[in-house]
């Protein structure tokens, strides 16, 4: 019983953290604007076996227009390149995202293609 009611006090207590809202970016007072999109390193291993492929990724823009997490979306079908495109969309750089002139977060799409000349 104690493990219990220490798990729901765990979890109302992390549910009722002042965490800002996550919005649709149809919700948006504006568009987003990409302030910093660094293309992701092509890994060298990937290079040497000829790996190409696209990657899609879902992130979580912050209030400050940083990126606070990574999801993969749709794999290159390469550990490799799916790693890259994680790390350099982690890097990027956006507006800061409002509604109704208040701060929220929201949710981007980027898709990274891996290909060799």
Known sequence: MKKTLLL???ILLFSCASQTPLV???ELD???EVK???APDYPDEAR???HEGTVIVEAV???DGTVES???TQSSGYRELDKAAKDAAKQWVFSEPTKDGQPVRTVVVITFKFELS
């Open 24 to 26: 649709y970016p149809n």
């Open 36 to 38: 910093n999109s660094p």
């Open 48 to 50: 040497e076996k000829g």
């Open 8 to 10: 729901i006090a765990g």
């Open 70 to 72: 990574v999801e993969i």
């Open 30 to 32: 504006k568009e987003l």
């Open 61 to 63: 823009v912050d209030v």
